[in-house]
């Protein structure tokens, strides 16, 4: 028993690492590594965060195996010793973590004013938003402007958000847009919060009743991504799930044109334009 609790303390941390470097080989890790130029820097946030809990967790770890194999005994009746503790190291272990925290804190505010303040978004997708995004039990609903619209200015946008347009497009559960450029969507919902989550661009937002929120995104390779929900949302939650298609910007206008055609589309053939007089 004496050689017990040192070997199962020393057992986690080795555990954690082998865990850990199988992980991706199996497919525990993420599912691909982040899709878009900023994900990446959210992903380094990870990886640092990751290895400083590492650090601190196998420290922990190596100092109780360390004190209970070198202090344990077997001997009965033999006393430890017994501290009334060290302000010194009672310090220690109180600034430095503080120390570590206010460093993340500080360091990832870069990355956090991007995703998420609107006065470091993108001049050219705020002005041309992609689409307004209405999350919904159990779907997302996408409205684009009508192919080629251009906004004048905010209040333009603002107007569009309130009072749909007659020739806005419309569909369901299957974003598309250009890659490698920034957009930006407008996201709501109708009913309760939903939370708009791309996990392969590591873009996350809540949709909040009562708000209109903009996120932007950008997807560095042409590719289909999830869009899933993220916020538990009633019980169909776990169908709730779209697609992002990431493609050209020709094939994206392509796509626009070809739906909007097809919701305008009333069943009569479109007219055969005939010279006057031919054929008679
Ligand atoms: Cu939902």
Request: proline content about 6%; glycine content about 6%.
């Amino acid at each position: 028993m004496r050689r017990f609790w040192p070997l199962f303390f020393l057992a986690w941390p080795i555990i954690a690492i082998v865990w850990s470097w199988m992980a991706p080989h199996y497919g525990w890790w993420f599912h691909m590594p982040a899709q878009s130029p900023l994900g990446q820097e959210i992903d380094n946030l990870f990886y640092l965060i990751l290895i400083i809990v590492t650090t601190v967790f196998v420290g922990v770890n190596l100092a109780l195996f360390y004190v209970l194999w070198k202090f344990s005994s077997d001997t009965p009746g033999e006393k430890g010793t017994f501290s009334h503790g060290s302000h010194i190291l009672e310090m220690v272990w109180t600034v430095t973590p503080a120390g570590v925290l206010l460093f993340i804190s500080l360091y990832q505010m870069d990355v956090w004013a991007r995703f998420r303040m609107v006065q470091t978004f993108d001049k050219q997708a705020l002005a041309h938003p992609l689409a307004e995004v209405t999350a919904r039990q159990f779907e997302w609903r996408i409205r684009y402007p009508a192919p080629g619209r251009n906004f004048k200015n905010k209040a333009e946008i603002d107007e569009w958000l309130k009072h749909p347009s007659p020739d806005d497009v419309y569909t369901v559960n299957d974003l598309h847009c250009p890659a490698n450029k920034k957009v930006l969507i407008h996201l709501r919902t109708e009913d309760v919060l939903h939370s708009f989550f791309i996990p392969d661009l590591r873009v996350k937002q809540d949709a909040v009743p009562g708000l209109v929120i903009p996120v932007w995104f950008e997807a560095s390779k042409r590719n289909q991504y999830d869009l899933i929900c993220a916020e538990l949302c009633g019980w169909g939650h776990y169908k709730m799930k779209g697609r992002i298609s990431a493609e050209s910007e020709a094939d994206f206008a392509k796509y626009l044109h070809a739906l909007a055609q097809r919701q305008a589309d009333d069943g009569v053939p479109a007219k055969v334009e005939t010279k006057e007089g031919e054929g008679h």
